[in-house]
Each structure stands twice: as structure tokens, then as C-alpha cells.
């Protein structure tokens, strides 16, 4: 295994809708059921941009997670997922509206349980990705810290993508301490201080809607604009973004090129419908 990801499966219920909601009543929609969480988005897009990925993650004893299972394995995501019989597997409501902007309304559930035992030895890895949402839970948050220092114990480069501005306080940035690249959206780094975050991380490289992206670190900022792509359906850009920028970074690109690459592949996200290319057969 090259990269390990660690963080939230789900089973996604994404309905589109092209007339505004009508709250107390009923709005025509097509829903569909696919595999979604940070985690297993990020690691579906490394699978299909030709990294080898393993995903680390905690689901129930149910049917959803024999559907999110078999859907990652094919394609192409070693998932090595803790079995809890206590909780179901997570699960996310998204609702798409016709400018392809998503309001998602999680569940965590057996997500909100992940162990430092869940995660697999790490002796065949060079890096480990760790969603975000597993140090905003203080139900997780230790064993997020301790993933990660386990990770760097064994000789692995990180990375954290903080996923929520709203949910960062001290105690999230404290834990970012010798990450080495973090990827948040321009809201999340302003959360953590701007370029103070560089206080506790080696880099950061930070998408910006519209914008494009943005790479900072000691040496200064480099700026990649948007690719223009027609935008279908958000949800999961981000995550897409992360796997094209790491991808690159891994492989010794430069800042600029690094950014490239995530915003070539957060364009190809928001093209289509859902969080996760389109499945290996």
C-alpha cells in the first residue's frame, strides 16, 4: 500500500432538485444511492488517478457497508474497515440544487467510533491522509492524534484536510502539529490563523472555489486559477482536489505544478454527479 486514508465511509443519498424546496411540502427530485465520506472520497479518487490506496475506516454491520465495500473495491481502494456491531454505517443526505451546490446533512455514525487499533501496519505505506472530521469528533479526536503520530513514528509524510471552518477551535490546530502538508478551503485556513497555521505545518495547500487554489509556505504563496468546467454537482470537489494535489506532492512536483494537479481533478469532480469518479469494472 502507498498512501493510507483515514476517515468517514458513508452511503451518500444525494437528491437532485431543479425548483426550490418547498419546506412542509412535497419537490419533485431524482435521488440516488451512492458511496460517499471524506475519507472514502478521497482515497476512490486516488484509486482512479493510478495511486495505490488503502482506506481505514469504521463501518456497521449492515447492508450499506457491504454496498460502500464493494463499490470502493472495485474501484481500485484496499479497504481495511473495523466492523462495529454497536453502530450503523455512516450515512450523508445531500441535497443538490440546479446550480450543482450541495446542503449535506450527515450522520457519522459508526465513523464517531474509529480506534487507533483500526489502523493496519503501516510498514508498506509512504504516507497517511487523515480526514479532517476525525479531530473535529472529541469522541475521535485522540485517536486522530495518535494515528498521526503513529504515522510519523514509522517514517510516513501526512496530511489533514480540516473539512469544517464552523467546528476548528484551538485544540484542532494544536493537533495539526508536524503535519506536513494540510489541505483546507480558503474558509478553513482563515479559521486556523492564515499563515500562522505555518506554526504547525509544513505547507498548506488551499482551494478557493472560483479562484482556483493556492499553495503557502515559508517561501512565499503560489496561486493556480480555476479550470473552466461546467458545475454539475459539488459535492465531494474537495476531496477530489486533495488526491490530485498529494498524488503530484508525492511525487516531487513543484508547488504550482502540486496545485495543478488538484484543481484538474477537483474540475473533473464537480463536472459529473457525485463524490466519487466513475466506478473501475
Same mark, same amino acid.
Given at each position: 500500500?502507498?498512501?493510507?486514508?483515514?476517515?468517514?465511509? *458513508?452511503?451518500?443519498?444525494?437528491?437532485?432538485?431543479?425548483?426550490?424546496?418547498?419546506?412542509?411540502?412535497?419537490?419533485?427530485?431524482?435521488?440516488?444511492?451512492?458511496?460517499?465520506?471524506?475519507?472514502?472520497?478521497?482515497?476512490?479518487?486516488? *484509486?482512479?488517478?493510478?495511486?495505490?490506496?488503502?482506506?481505514?475506516?469504521?463501518?456497521?454491520?449492515?447492508?450499506?457497508?457491504?454496498?460502500?465495500?464493494?463499490?470502493?473495491?472495485?474501484?481500485?481502494?484496499?479497504?481495511? #474497515?473495523?466492523?462495529?456491531?454497536?453502530? /450503523?454505517?455512516?450515512?450523508?443526505?445531500?441535497?443538490?440544487?440546479?446550480?450543482?451546490?450541495?446542503?449535506? #446533512?450527515?450522520?457519522?455514525?459508526?465513523?464517531?467510533?474509529?480506534?487507533?487499533? +483500526?489502523?493496519?501496519?503501516?510498514?508498506?505505506?509512504?504516507?497517511?491522509?487523515?480526514?479532517?472530521?476525525?479531530?473535529?469528533?472529541?469522541?475521535?479526536?485522540?485517536?486522530?492524534?495518535?494515528?498521526?503520530?503513529?504515522?510519523?513514528? %514509522?517514517?510516513?509524510?501526512?496530511?489533514?484536510?480540516?473539512?469544517?471552518?464552523?467546528?476548528? +477551535?484551538?485544540? #484542532?490546530?494544536?493537533?495539526?502539529?508536524?503535519?506536513?502538508?494540510?489541505?483546507?478551503?480558503?474558509?478553513?485556513?482563515?479559521?486556523? !490563523?492564515?499563515?500562522? $497555521?505555518?506554526?504547525?505545518?509544513? /505547507?498548506?495547500?488551499?482551494?478557493? !472555489?472560483?479562484?482556483?487554489?493556492?499553495?503557502?509556505?515559508?517561501?512565499?504563496?503560489?496561486?493556480?486559477?480555476?479550470?473552466? %468546467?461546467?458545475?454539475?454537482? %459539488?459535492?465531494?470537489?474537495?476531496? *477530489? #482536489?486533495? /488526491?490530485?494535489?498529494?498524488?503530484?506532492?508525492?511525487?516531487?512536483?513543484?508547488?504550482?505544478? $502540486?496545485?495543478?494537479?488538484?484543481?484538474?481533478? !477537483?474540475?473533473?469532480?464537480?463536472?459529473?454527479?457525485?463524490?466519487?469518479?466513475?466506478?473501475?469494472?
Amino acid at each position: 500500500m502507498s498512501v493510507v486514508v483515514v476517515g468517514d465511509t *458513508a452511503l451518500d443519498v444525494v437528491t437532485r432538485h431543479s425548483t426550490p424546496i418547498a419546506w412542509g411540502d412535497d419537490t419533485l427530485a431524482t435521488t440516488t444511492l451512492r458511496p460517499g465520506g471524506a475519507g472514502a472520497n478521497a482515497a476512490a479518487w486516488l *484509486a482512479h488517478l493510478g495511486e495505490p490506496v488503502t482506506l481505514v475506516s469504521r463501518v456497521g454491520e449492515d447492508a450499506a457497508a457491504a454496498q460502500v465495500r464493494d463499490d470502493l473495491t472495485r474501484r481500485g481502494v484496499r479497504c481495511v #474497515f473495523a466492523v462495529d456491531p454497536s453502530a /450503523a454505517t455512516g450515512c450523508v443526505v445531500v441535497l443538490v440544487d440546479n446550480t450543482g451546490q450541495r446542503t449535506m #446533512f450527515p450522520d457519522r455514525g459508526a465513523n464517531a467510533l474509529i480506534r487507533r487499533a +483500526d489502523l493496519p501496519p503501516l510498514e508498506q505505506a509512504k504516507h497517511l491522509h487523515l480526514s479532517g472530521y476525525v479531530l473535529l469528533d472529541a469522541a475521535t479526536r485522540q485517536a486522530g492524534i495518535d494515528i498521526l503520530a503513529i504515522a510519523r513514528k %514509522t517514517g510516513l509524510t501526512t496530511s489533514v484536510d480540516p473539512q469544517s471552518a464552523a467546528l476548528i +477551535d484551538d485544540t #484542532f490546530v494544536t493537533a495539526l502539529e508536524g503535519v506536513d502538508v494540510l489541505l483546507p478551503n480558503h474558509d478553513e485556513y482563515l479559521a486556523l !490563523g492564515g499563515p500562522k $497555521v505555518l506554526d504547525y505545518v509544513g /505547507a498548506a495547500a488551499v482551494t478557493h !472555489g472560483q479562484h482556483g487554489a493556492y499553495w503557502v509556505d515559508r517561501d512565499g504563496v503560489v496561486e493556480e486559477p480555476a479550470l473552466p %468546467t461546467e458545475c454539475v454537482d %459539488t459535492t465531494g470537489a474537495g476531496d *477530489a #482536489f486533495n /488526491a490530485g494535489a498529494l498524488r503530484a506532492w508525492l511525487a516531487g512536483a513543484t508547488p504550482r505544478d $502540486v496545485l495543478r494537479a488538484g484543481v484538474a481533478a !477537483g474540475a473533473a469532480a464537480v463536472s459529473q454527479v457525485g463524490a466519487q469518479p466513475v466506478s473501475r469494472r
